[in-house]
């Protein structure tokens, strides 16, 4: 019992090879006319055209991978996965000795039963089939194999036992029960948990002994004996439940930031008309912590809400949303134009005489669907009151329903004031009994 691991399978495929494999594969699919109008040759096309068209910016410059499939590519996994099976079919199909019984592969992960003096000789032949896919191998001790998240056991009799495996860097660290996470994120970690406790040991012995050890870090982790009991009966609950097939009479889900006790209420409020509510996360350590892309200089940032500022003693203010880059919509606020009302900002220089620079334009907020972003701006023009907006200006009008949130919150921006975003958007102002905003996003969203 053996297994056999790819060596960076994803980088490893060749494009153009790949591209013909899954071309082979269509050709001999049958069915194919019945699910697409589109021809091999040109599914192949687009295929090879997303393959091939890899970029990337690091440092200021602008790079294409030239072997290999991305990664996080959806297409990544399915050309991969074929790629493996031809390469797959050549080497069990040209090995000369006795080939393995048993050969299970998942991606890139091979489970594998040979025989012992066959080993070495089947370990070199997989490794000279394609000269782009390499095999690493990792042998039984202890007549113990993991695989994947399995430890497969041989026993005294010959048969397999399987257990839960962990890597010896595994900490046991799960999402802790006190963070600001909703409650059923929280249930879900003990019922996924528990589930893998209950489908892959093969033994109950094995399931009684995982089933332990998972209460036992989950409890370190904070997690209640109630948590527990409640996350059994909502997996018996669903499993008793038969499935909805009236799914035309569903609505729409909806979902929205979850800031505990605002967001269960709302909840509550739209399942009275049958509206299913799901939250997310508005705050997370991988968002302030992994910036695995060069930062975006400020004047190239689109998609954003920014405020103009005079370079002079000068207390007007005007607040704007574009998703153009910032430095291409500063030119056009700085110019007169020839199809419609010329700028308020241009206005205003002309007749002053005054200027800005790019580098006091402030960046409100940055926001890519275009609803919400008009939402922000009208937000942060009720907030500031900027003097050059002029009235009516606004693609988006608030509610009558904000004015309660927003008089309470005081003014960010003055005649002299440079602000970050962080000083806008990181800021909690009290707005009401028992009520929290964090920034005008909370608002938008």
């Known amino acids: 019992m053996v297994s056999f691991d790819v060596v960076s399978l994803f980088t490893c495929i060749p494009t153009t090879e790949a591209v013909e494999t899954v071309r082979k594969r269509l050709q001999e699919d049958s069915s194919l006319e019945d699910r697409t109008n589109f021809t091999p040759d040109q599914i192949c096309t687009l295929l090879d055209l997303c393959l091939t068209t890899t970029y990337f910016k690091y440092n200021e410059g602008f790079y294409r991978q030239k072997h290999g499939c991305a990664m996080g590519s959806p297409v990544s996994p399915i050309v991969a996965n074929l790629y493996m099976e031809e390469v797959e079919r050549k080497a069990l199909g ?59 056991h041989i026993e005294e009799n010959g048969n397999l036992n399987i257990e839960v495996y ?59 004996n109630w948590a527990f009991i409640k996350s059994a ?30 967001s269960e209420k709302l909840r509550r409020v739209f399942s009275k008309h049958d509206i299913p509510v799901y939250f997310r996360p508005s705050n997370t350590l991988r968002q302030k912590l992994v910036h695995p892309k060069d930062k975006t200089p400020k004047h190239r940032l689109n998609n954003v809400v920014y405020a103009v500022q005079c370079s002079e003693e000068c207390p ?16 056009q606020h700085r110019r007169a134009t020839s199809t419609g009302q010329d700028s308020a900002v241009h206005l205003h220089l002309k007749d002053k005489g005054h200027s800005f620079e790019d580098a006091n334009v402030h ?45 309470s919150l005081p003014r960010r921006l ?32």
């Not at 029960?177 to 033994?203: M, N, Q, W, Y």
């Not at 499993?239 to 909806?254: C, F, G, I, L, W």
Request: glycine share 6%.
């Open 316 to 331: 007007d203010l005007y607040i704007g949303e574009t998703k153009q880059p910032l430095h291409k919509r500063m030119a």
């Open 414 to 445: 003055n005649a002299h004031s440079h602000p970050g975003p962080s000083d806008l958007r990181n800021s909690h102002d009290k707005v009401g009994p028992g009520f929290t905003m964090s920034s005008p996003e909370t608002l938008a969203d």
């Open 233 to 262: 009966k909502r997996h018996r609950k669903e499993d008793q439940t038969p499935a909805r097939e009236d799914k035309k009479d569903r609505r729409n889900n909806v979902v929205i930031p979850y800031v505990a006790g605002v």
């Open 94 to 152: 040209s090995f000369k000795g006795r080939v393995p019984s048993h050969w299970y592969r998942y991606v890139d992960d091979t489970w594998v039963k040979i025989k012992t003096q066959e080993v070495e000789s089947f370990t070199a032949h997989i490794n000279a089939v394609d000269k782009n896919i390499k095999f690493t191998r990792e042998d039984t001790k202890d007549n113990c194999l993991p695989f994947l998240d399995c430890a497969v």
């Open 166 to 224: 962990r890597k010896p860097t595994h900490t046991d660290q799960y999402l802790l029960f006190d963070s600001h996470h909703p409650l059923e994120h929280k249930l879900g970690v003990i019922r996924t948990l528990h589930h893998r406790a209950e489908h892959v040991p093969s033994k109950p012995e094995g399931k009684k002994k995982e089933h332990t050890h998972v209460k036992e870090a989950l409890k370190t982790c904070g997690y209640p």
């Open 363 to 407: 960046i409100l907020d940055r926001e890519d669907r275009w609803f919400e972003r008009g939402v922000k701006e009208a937000i942060y023009v009720h907030c500031e009151r900027p003097s050059l907006n002029r009235g009516g200006g606004l693609r988006h009008q608030l509610s009558a329903i904000y004015n309660p949130l927003l008089s």
